[in-house]
């Protein structure tokens, strides 16, 4: 059993996590990741300014997705998201700006491109 287990882990479990791991990695050694989700924060930065309501409305779009996709969308934008999520309750301002403010700090310090 021990080396059957094995076999499918090598064989098929290794190489998928290969295939989507690369390109992760490449998108991140490049800094193209640190532009993404520099991009993002700017919208949600713009949203908060111009109209709030859109953060409102890109929830409510997020949520009438199949699960699925919702899924998808929390592991490839798990920053911003939960930034959604921060400034979508009910705590005083300054602790939201605070918080979120935080969090993408955190997320663009994180795909900050360092040499091998």
Do not use: C, H, K, Y
């Not at 290969?18 to 520099?38: D, E, N, R």
């Amino acid at each position: 059993m021990g080396t059957l287990v094995t076999t499918l882990v090598d064989g098929i479990l290794v190489p998928v996590i290969t295939l989507v791991t690369a390109p992760i990695a490449f998108l991140a050694s490049s800094g193209l990741l640190l532009l993404v989700f520099a991009a993002l924060w700017a919208a949600f930065a713009v949203a908060l300014v111009r109209e709030p309501a859109r953060i409102e409305a890109t929830w409510r779009r997020l949520r009438s997705l199949p699960l699925v996709v919702q899924a998808l969308a929390w592991v490839l934008f798990l920053p911003v998201l939960a930034g959604i999520v921060v400034w979508r309750t009910t705590w005083p301002a300054v602790a939201r700006f605070v918080v979120v403010g935080g969090i993408a700090g955190w997320n663009l310090l994180v795909f900050l491109p360092r040499p091998a």
